[in-house]
């Protein structure tokens, strides 16, 4: 299918903030289909955005509906989930928002839908996986956002430290999104030169740890995270659309550790064509097989 057509599943902060996002940028989406287990919330979303519709950059198509609108659509992008509650673990969470999604997903796959699912919902490369399971789509056509805030986060922070466009700076986190993830300092650079020969290792250490804990700082002073992970959702649907075959590190599945992590990939209008085969560190290596059992450990802890 052509039609650069979305659904975004669930219209709170996140899917709201896609939205807008998609709107005010000259993306290729030609239409918006926005749902949530509050009909009324979606369709409050969607009249709200549709009158920018007059002086907004882009000109497309913003309407809610059900999963039964899926059908047609090329991705399909899942924000919806429950929130943690106090007192609730981590698990408890994700055994809930496994739940929920199992039947998000036969929904949407009973629509006829064939596209590709972009998974945001946290804990995001966990249902990835799981979004893999229930759809039965290719491994190629169920992305994750990844790692790719948290790569944009690093690419801020050095940035301020070496006084160059963050766009100038090519570094990636890998790994979780979450508190196990890796920075690849072996392969970042800004204009060819290597960052670790730039900045010292105490330094470089400082700005890992920045990079892992900002969500938590944000949360902490402004409850929630939202309009950098809408940007970065932005460029992987136009990275799609446009065929860009941009290199994004996204969480898909690994065929080698069997679980789904973000890692550099090539994304394209199929999806993610391929992981990229990078050499890291003997270090980075260790830390990233940390990140992956984690994440296993929790992919075998849900019973659904």
């Known amino acids: 299918m052509d039609n650069n057509k979305i659904m975004i599943v669930g219209t709170?902060?996140?899917?709201?903030?896609i939205a807008f996002a998609l709107l005010n940028q000259r993306t290729p989406v030609n239409e918006i289909i926005l749902t949530d287990i509050i009909a009324k919330d979606a369709e409050g979303e969607a009249m709200d955005l549709?009158?920018?519709?007059?002086?907004?950059?882009?000109?497309l198509k913003i309407k809610n509906g059900t999963y039964k609108d899926a059908k047609d659509c090329d991705i399909v992008v899942i924000t919806a989930g429950a929130n943690q509650k106090p007192g609730e673990s981590r698990l408890d969470l994700l055994k809930k928002n496994v739940n929920i999604l199992q039947g998000m997903i036969e929904q949407i796959m009973d629509s006829g839908f064939n596209g590709i699912f972009l998974v945001v919902t946290n804990p995001m490369d966990i249902l990835t996986y799981y979004t893999l399971k229930f759809s039965g789509l290719p491994t190629e056509r169920v992305i994750g956002s990844g790692t790719v805030l948290d790569s944009a986060r690093l690419q801020s922070r050095l940035s301020s430290y070496l006084n160059v466009n963050p766009k100038s700076v090519h570094a990636y986190q890998i790994g979780e999104h979450?508190?196990?993830e890796v920075t690849l300092w072996s392969i970042a650079d800004a204009g060819g030169q290597k960052i670790k020969d730039l900045l010292p290792a105490n330094v470089r250490t400082d700005i890992s740890k920045f990079v892992v804990n900002e969500a938590y700082d944000i949360i902490?002073?402004?409850?929630a995270t939202y309009y950098?992970?809408?940007?970065?959702v932005t460029q992987i649907i136009t990275s799609i659309f446009n065929d860009e075959m941009r290199i994004l590190p996204v969480s898909s599945f690994d065929h080698f550790s069997g679980t789904c992590f973000g890692w550099p990939s090539v994304v394209g209008r199929e999806g993610v064509l391929r992981r990229l085969d990078l050499r890291i560190s003997e270090h980075e290596g260790i830390e990233l097989q940390k990140s992956i059992n984690i994440l296993k450990k929790y992919i075998s802890s849900v019973r659904y």
């Open 228 to 232: 950098g992970i809408a940007t970065c």
């Open 220 to 223: 902490e002073k402004k409850g």
């Open 50 to 59: 549709r009158d920018a519709l007059a002086v907004a950059p882009s000109y």
């Open 12 to 17: 709170g902060n996140v899917g709201a903030s």
């Open 178 to 180: 979450g508190d196990s």
